[in-house]
C-alpha cells in the first residue's frame, strides 16, 4: 500500500507547491497591473494574466463566497495561500507514517 501511496503523497504535495506560486504571482501581476507598473495593453502580460486568471479565479470565487472582500482588499489568495501550506503540512507528515507501513 505504501509503495503506491508515498509517491501519490509527493506529487501531490509538489503540485500543491507549484499552485502556491501560481496564486503568489497571480497576486504580483495583479499588484503590478493596478499599480499601472505593467502595461495591460501589452499582448504577452495579457496572455500571461489569462492564464494565471483561469487557473487561480476559480478557487478564489469559492472562497469569496466565505470571505467577502473587504473594501479593496481581497482576502481570497491569503486564505488559498494558508490553505496550501496546511495540506502541504499534512501531507509531509502523512509521508514518513505511510511509508512505515
Not at 12 to 34: D, F, T
Not at 46 to 56: D, K, P, Q
Not at 63 to 84: C, E, K, Q, T
Amino acid at each position: 500500500m505504501s509503495v503506491i501511496l508515498v509517491p501519490i503523497l509527493r506529487v501531490l504535495h509538489a503540485i500543491l507547491g507549484l499552485y502556491y506560486w501560481v496564486v503568489v504571482i497571480a497576486v504580483i501581476l495583479n499588484l503590478l497591473v493596478a499599480f499601472n507598473v505593467i502595461n495591460s495593453h501589452n499582448q504577452v502580460i495579457r496572455m500571461i494574466g489569462n492564464s494565471l486568471h483561469a487557473m487561480t479565479e476559480p478557487v478564489f470565487r469559492r472562497i469569496r463566497r466565505y470571505v467577502p472582500i473587504m473594501g479593496n482588499l481581497d482576502l481570497s489568495p491569503l486564505v488559498v495561500i494558508f490553505a496550501i501550506m496546511l495540506l502541504q503540512y499534512i501531507i509531509a507528515e502523512l509521508i514518513p507514517a505511510v511509508a512505515a507501513l
